[in-house]
Structure formats: structure tokens, C-alpha cells
């Protein structure tokens, strides 16, 4: 997708509106134009601008810098590079392309206009993948439904692994924060000229992307730049002070031999790269104090995060006054079985993730009519994502700002479980999307999708979801369910309330 550059030329002008019939529209963006391509439905999409440099050579591991200006319309009618550099879409649920080139740092834009005076709200979305992987080219993030509905939607991609989140003596941290906040200026100087008002973007995300919306909320940098939050199935690491990320480095450095620096990983190609990571993440005792998981990903450094993001959303102001609609699947990861017979027992896990022994009793006794192989996996859904999402919406609830919160409980008849990915296409209302059915099965239910992409629809329009989802509030906790047939329910999550938070 690269293209020239060059310099722009003075007295360059703003943005060229498409019109009716103009199969290859261009938008004149602040770094220089962009030629897109205008869909059958008549919405128009722009696929890997560049909204930094290419993040190679002394800028392997550097803040990320803005784009050279060009002065030739710049190519973007396919996806640009990703940082992912394996295919991992045999593995996960969500097709996820891996599209070679050093420019990693793009973004997309899907819009069903590109004339400022459209001032069109605006969905900002950050793909998942546990920090290491995922992709924003997935067909799971096409933005055709959210442009028939009147939103434009922006997907980006940013530094993943080792090089968005080991710390690094002689590299800034949370490289990939830093990616995050340099798209949503893009967006900020540049959206108006897609159809979009910057004054209306709501940044959203899903497993890591939906963590990095909740690490957003306790960034002082991100202030301003989104008016609302949307975060699904959202993961952050924990503990995640700056001890556990030096730690982090320490553990790379004794099992690879490599110093955790710039100045060692700068010349290192993709493949050594990953071979690296894939050593770091591999179990054993010397990861002892590191998180379970996520051990790659956004760490309170006290500069770009000042303090661990649970902490900063249940008992600081950040998010104060952004409205956060915010939720899981019943069964995230409830298809991971607890190890074999030569590993530890199931109570021992459980405590290994904070129970007592009265708690291992009160978590048994509660999934105790599920499939004991699945307990194990029932403990890592609800450590990972039910519990910390509903302490977050209960510490809100408690000072009365904008909450809403959901549980996805669909069960797929794949395999009869409301997994970990399978909301993203009644979300997005793609169930003709590829690898849907393999993960929804033939006939997902139209109006789950329906219904749950009209609520996305309103909270990114009005920062409401509208009037039959109540807020969630220390009162009724009014809570949605989304399944076959969407319910409000008071309080259903009460169980993981008293077994994980009390």
C-alpha cells in the first residue's frame, strides 16, 4: 500500500468531498491525500493510512512519530501492515490477517460520507489478541453495518508484544498506549474530513482492545480525545505496577539471554522477534509474582499510566465523566480444562487465583451442577473478565456516572457456550461474515444482532443505549442479557459479586 512520499505542497487543500459516481474518492488528510474506494451500498472506505512513521530503525522502540507529508494521493484501498506476523486465524476465533511491511502504524476509515459538513459520530475500534496478536484487517471489523446506521468507524493497529510492551531501560514504556493515543489524534485533527465529528468519537474495543479502552480512561493524555467508552470483554494485566514489568524484563533476559533494550532488539527480524516472545510467555516457576496472563501489555509506569488501571477506575476519577458501557460473555474461557491428572488439583488452582478455602467451597457449590472439567475455565472467565468488569461497574455505580453493563449469554450451538469472541459479530451485525458460522453455527438469531447492534448504534450516537437498557446503578443493577431473546436483569452477577469481590 505504500506509496511516494513527498513533500506537501504549500496552500495544499482540506478535504475534496466524493461525489455521486466518484469510484475513487479523495480525502486530503494533514499529512497529504488518500484514494479510497466506494462500496456497492454507496459508503466509501479508506484502508492503511499511515498515522505514524514506520516504526523501524531508530524508531523501533521510539514514541510514535507523525507521519512524512506527501504530496500524490496515497494508495489506500487495501489493508496496510500489521503488526501480527504469523497467521494465527487457524487458532483463534476471529479471522485475523497478517499482512507483511514495516508501516504497522494505520489505520482504517469506513464512512458513508466524506464531506465535513456530515459531522457523523464516530466509533473508534481497537482489535484484541492479548497485546501479542490480532489484527485490524479482520473481516469481523468491516464497518459497512455502522455506516448504513449513520457512524463512521475507524480500526487501527498498533505495536504488539516485545515491541509495544516490554519494558525497555532506554525505550519510553507503553509503546503501544502511545500508538493508541497518536490514532485517536489523527482522529482529532483529521475525522471531519471522513464525514465524522471529532467531538463524537467513542473508542471501543474487545479482550485486549477492550482493556486498552479501560487503560485509556487512566490516561491523562487520552483526556478529550473520546466522549465515550465501550469495552468488550475487556482484559487488563494485574497486578500491573512497574515492578512486574521490570520483572518482566528480567525473565526475557534469563531465558533469552538478550538484554531487555532497544539497543539489543533494534536490528532483531519478526521471526527472532516472536521466537523471543514465544520463550517469555512459555509456563514455569521462575515467572513466579508475574500476572497468569497478559504478562505482555499496558503497566502503570507512573508517567503514561500514573496508577494501575483497576485502581484509577474503582476508587480514582479516571472516566469520570465519560459514559461506559461495558460487559463479557458468560463462558469466556470456560473451554480451557483444568490441567491433567500430573497437575494441580482444581481447589489449588482456585486458591492460586485468590480464593480461600471458604471460597474455593462457595465457587464449587455455585458451578457445582456444570461440568467439573469446566471449572477450572469458569474461574479464569470470571477472574479475567466478569469479576474486575463488575467491580469497575459497581465503584461507578457507587458515584453515579454512566454505566451500563451487560453479560452475553448466547450459547452457541457449536458447542453450547457463550465463548470468548462470539458477541464481536451481533456487535458489529456481520453474521455473514467469514467464520461466523463456524463459530456461531448456521442460523446465529437475527434479532440478538439486531438488537445488539442498535444498542451499540445509540450508545455511540447519544452515549445511551437507549430506553429499554437502564443504567446500571448501586440500586437496581440493572444489568443486560443478551441471548435469543434480550432481557434486563437486577443484579444477575450477584454470585461472582460475593465469591470474588466480597
Not at 119 to 146: E, K
Amino acid at each position: 500500500m505504500s506509496a511516494p512520499l513527498s513533500p506537501r505542497p504549500p496552500g495544499a487543500q482540506p478535504a475534496r468531498p466524493s461525489r455521486p459516481g466518484d469510484a475513487a474518492p479523495v480525502v486530503d488528510t494533514t499529512h497529504g491525500p488518500v484514494r479510497g474506494d466506494r462500496r456497492a451500498d454507496g459508503s466509501v472506505r479508506f484502508l492503511g493510512i499511515p498515522y505514524a512513521q514506520p516504526p523501524i530503525g531508530d524508531l523501533r522502540f521510539a514514541a510514535p512519530v507523525p507521519p512524512e507529508p506527501w504530496m500524490e494521493p496515497l494508495d489506500a484501498t487495501a489493508y496496510g501492515p500489521t503488526a501480527q506476523r504469523r497467521p494465527f486465524a487457524e487458532v483463534t476465533t476471529i479471522p485475523e490477517p497478517s499482512v507483511p511491511g514495516a508501516g504497522v502504524l494505520n489505520l482504517n476509515v469506513f464512512t458513508p460520507a466524506t464531506t465535513p459538513a456530515s459531522r457523523l459520530p464516530v466509533l473508534v475500534w481497537i482489535h484484541g489478541g492479548g497485546y501479542v496478536a490480532g489484527s485490524a484487517a479482520s473481516p469481523w471489523y468491516d464497518g459497512s453495518s455502522f455506516n448504513r446506521d449513520g457512524v463512521v468507524l475507524v480500526s487501527l493497529g498498533y505495536r504488539l508484544g516485545i515491541e509495544g510492551f516490554l519494558h525497555l531501560d532506554d525505550a519510553p514504556d507503553n509503546r503501544g498506549v502511545l500508538d493508541w493515543i497518536a490514532a485517536l489524534e489523527w482522529v482529532r485533527d483529521n475525522i471531519a474530513r471522513f464525514g465524522g465529528d471529532p467531538a463524537e468519537v467513542t473508542v471501543a474495543g474487545q479482550s485486549a482492545g477492550g482493556g486498552a479502552v479501560q487503560t485509556l480512561l487512566a490516561v491523562p493524555a487520552a483526556r478529550g480525545l473520546f466522549r465515550g467508552a465501550l469495552s468488550v470483554s475487556g482484559a487488563v494485566m494485574r497486578p500491573d505496577g512497574p515492578e512486574v514489568a521490570r520483572a518482566a524484563s528480567r525473565l526475557f533476559t534469563a531465558r533469552t539471554g538478550v538484554p531487555a533494550s532497544a539497543a539489543a532488539l533494534r536490528g532483531l527480524g519478526d521471526d527472532e522477534f516472536l521466537d523471543l516472545q514465544s520463550r517469555l510467555g512459555e509456563p514455569g516457576p521462575d515467572r513466579a509474582g508475574l500476572p497468569p496472563l497478559l504478562s505482555l501489555g499496558p503497566f502503570a509506569d507512573g508517567e503514561v499510566i500514573p496508577e494501575p488501571v483497576l485502581d484509577a477506575l474503582t476508587s480514582g476519577d479516571a472516566g469520570v465523566d465519560v459514559p461506559l458501557m461495558l460487559g463479557f460473555t458468560a463462558h469466556e474461557f470456560n473451554a480451557i480444562p483444568a490441567p491433567g491428572p500430573d497437575g494441580p488439583p482444581v481447589p489449588e488452582l482456585l486458591g492460586a487465583l485468590g480464593l480461600d478455602a471458604d471460597g474455593v467451597a462457595s465457587f464449587t457449590a455455585a458451578y457445582a451442577k456444570g461440568d467439573p472439567a469446566r471449572l477450572f475455565g469458569q474461574a479464569l472467565t470470571d477472574t479475567t473478565f466478569r469479576a474486575p468488569s463488575l467491580a469497575v461497574a459497581d465503584a461507578r455505580a457507587e458515584r453515579q456516572r454512566p454505566t451500563w453493563l451487560y453479560e452475553f449469554g448466547w450459547r452457541s450451538p457449536v458447542n453450547g457456550m457463550a465463548f470468548h469472541c462470539l458477541d464481536l459479530p451481533f456487535g458489529f451485525d456481520l453474521l455473514d461474515a467469514e467464520g461466523v458460522r463456524a463459530a456461531a453455527g448456521d442460523a446465529p438469531p437475527r434479532a440478538l444482532a439486531d438488537a445488539m447492534h442498535r444498542a451499540w448504534v445509540s450508545f455511540v450516537r447519544d452515549q445511551d443505549p437507549g430506553e429499554e437498557w437502564p443504567r446500571y446503578t448501586a440500586e437496581g443493577r440493572a444489568t443486560m442479557v443478551w441471548d435469543a431473546e434480550p432481557r434486563v436483569e437486577h443484579d444477575p452477577l450477584r454470585q461472582v459479586r460475593e465469591i470474588w469481590l466480597s
